[in-house]
């Protein structure tokens, strides 16, 4: 396997802004990096998950591909223009009682299974980088392993940015949530160009 190309992809994908990286921001930004957590192992956890099945299903996915990708893109986008809403009309930090709403263990799973980025990410770096090379079983749960620490540290630094400058974040509140949901609203329209 090609070690540095494969590398610089997944380090790329993985820090580049999408919904895991815009929401782990705004989690840690929201209730501080400690209580945000849950929500960044969550990702992790789906994460993981994805890159199971990318490994184990992606000739199949590859095959079905056509029918499956129109679902995951309205699926996906949905998802996206939900959460750039809820980013835009949420209340200020210091207003908001709810401040965990959103932000549990269940939801970073979850949004995993309908993060297109993610999902296309998997499926991509596997069948380029992996695949074409003889790998056992133990080799692809090494590398999903491996895309799973990376996205990770991506999830875990974004937030600790967030977490960083949250003074800053809260003093710019409004235009931060509008900021934010501009970006997922971008990702959400990007899958369609």
């Known amino acids: ?24 921001l705004d989690s840690a930004r929201r209730l501080g990096l400690k209580k945000a ?15 199971l099945l990318a490994c184990y299903f992606n000739l199949a996915l590859y095959h079905f591909l056509p029918r499956v ?5 309205v699926l996906g986008s949905l998802y996206m223009l939900y959460l750039a809403v ?17 932000y549990s263990f269940k939801s970073g799973l979850l949004l995993q299974f309908i ?49 960083v400058f949250q003074r800053f974040l809260n003093k710019h509140e409004r235009s931060f949530n509008i900021i934010m949901s501009l970006l997922l609203l971008y990702s959400a329209l990007s899958i369609w160009m």
């Open 115 to 163: 993060n297109l980025k993610i999902i296309l990410y998997g499926i991509t770096v596997i069948s380029t980088f992996v695949m074409p090379y003889d790998v056992s079983y133990i080799e692809l749960i090494t590398i999903s392993l491996l895309l799973t620490c990376i996205g990770f540290v991506a999830v875990v630094s974004w937030a600790i940015f967030g977490a």
């Open 69 to 73: 990708k129109i679902w995951m893109n």
């Open 1 to 24: 396997m090609p070690f540095i190309p494969f590398l610089s992809y997944a380090l790329v994908s993985s820090f580049t802004p999408g919904p895991n990286n815009i929401m782990s």
């Open 86 to 102: 809820k980013i835009a009309k949420s209340k200020s930090s210091t207003e908001d009682n709810d401040h965990n709403e959103g």
């Open 37 to 51: 957590f849950p929500f960044l192992l969550g990702v992790t956890a789906g994460c993981f998950a994805i890159m």
